[in-house]
């Protein structure tokens, strides 16, 4: 027996490297390592799940709840502005950055596994989330949200190639928070490091106490310039509509999302937020617009909801933007007044 202890060699590795892979979980370390603050928006999701459990207010039926679905393009409402303005709603926003319909698929079930039941949702939808070839699907949504229930459950529609990349991101916090020694290296050295970490915590606290609504670093600011419009504009278009294909998954899963707030008969306004004029018009001449139109168009029709287009809605207009795909704070409150007349308009049908 003494002699083969040597079999147990091995199990014993990799034991030791599974235990020391679970360092890179902690926060401390991931301020280190992860290049930019992407994750502190997924991550604290789940704890606004829970923040939304224990809100008295909410489970008394004090207040009205409304979730907000969406991307970076709806994360910078003003938590103090909508408690004044709608002193009878507690508005918490799930957006992310950069999600989709499978995103938004997943947090409606949390809620209601907690029976939760909000009255009113607001989506965004766009075509970028229905991009199968988009490089963010994978790298924000599959590697930072999700369950593995979710994603087992659902294995058909996300199919074996997004199955094993979720459960090697889920088993081996590495593939999550890739170690990049040289980025360790130059945060080590900087002298402002301190005051970045501080950011991050900052950043974190701040979308747990405000609901998930987050801080803008450039909150008065307007871009002005049409060239930069353009640019970043191109640069978007370039990035998240790159070698466009159709997402038969995302579309899915978009189906399952609309069909599920049917059932539960919770109100919905579904919106394809204002962009720039330049980044307006490189999306209507692209070739896939017309085809995501058409299919989202077809599913909406299919359980009675309607797309409002807000770069063409007479009852908004807002022409101030930071980057050619993002309103500027100014806008922020023009938006809710809107969404809020159209959720009235739902429930006065």
Request: with cysteine; proline share 4%.
């Amino acid at each position: 027996m003494i002699k083969r202890k040597f079999l147990l060699y091995p199990l014993l590795l990799i034991l030791a490297l599974f235990l020391f892979d679970k360092i890179f979980l902690m926060d401390s370390i991931k301020k280190y390592i992860q290049p930019d603050f992407t994750h502190i928006y997924y991550e604290t999701r789940e704890e606004l799940v829970t923040q939304i459990e224990k809100d008295e207010e909410v489970k008394t039926k004090k207040k009205k709840l409304m979730v907000i679905l969406g991307s970076s393009r709806l994360l910078y409402f003003d938590a103090k502005e909508l408690e004044e303005l709608y002193p009878n709603w507690k508005i918490y926003n799930l957006s992310s950055a950069v999600t989709t319909p499978a995103y938004y698929f997943y947090f409606l079930e949390r809620l209601l596994e907690k029976n939760i039941k909000p009255d009113f949702i607001l989506l965004e939808t766009d075509a970028n989330q229905f991009n199968k070839n988009s490089p963010v699907f994978k790298g924000s949504n599959l590697t930072y949200s999700f369950s593995p229930s979710f994603v087992l459950k659902n294995f058909m529609t996300f199919g074996k190639d997004h199955l094993s990349f979720y459960f090697g991101k889920y088993l081996f916090a590495v593939g999550k928070n890739k170690p990049y020694l040289d980025t360790a290296y130059r945060r080590l050295k900087n002298p402002d490091f301190v005051a970045i970490s501080a950011m991050q915590d900052q950043t974190k606290e701040f979308l747990i106490k405000n609901r998930g609504h987050a801080m803008s670093i450039v909150d008065n600011y307007v871009e002005k310039d049409f060239a930069s419009l353009y640019a970043t504009s191109k640069r978007t278009i370039d990035w998240v509509y790159a070698n466009y294909a159709p997402s038969d998954m995302q579309y899915a899963f978009y189906k399952k999302l609309l069909s599920t707030i049917k059932k539960e008969n919770i109100t919905l306004v579904i919106v394809w937020p204002q962009a720039s004029l330049p980044m307006q018009k490189m999306i209507m001449d692209a070739s896939f617009t017309p085809d995501w139109k058409n299919r989202v168009d077809t599913i909406h029709n299919e359980y009675g909801y309607e797309l409002r287009d807000m770069n063409s809605s007479k009852d908004y207009y807002c022409n101030a933007f930071v980057d050619g795909g993002h309103m500027a704070k100014d806008c922020y409150h023009p938006f809710m007044r809107f969404v809020m007349k159209e959720y009235y308009r739902e429930i006065n049908k």
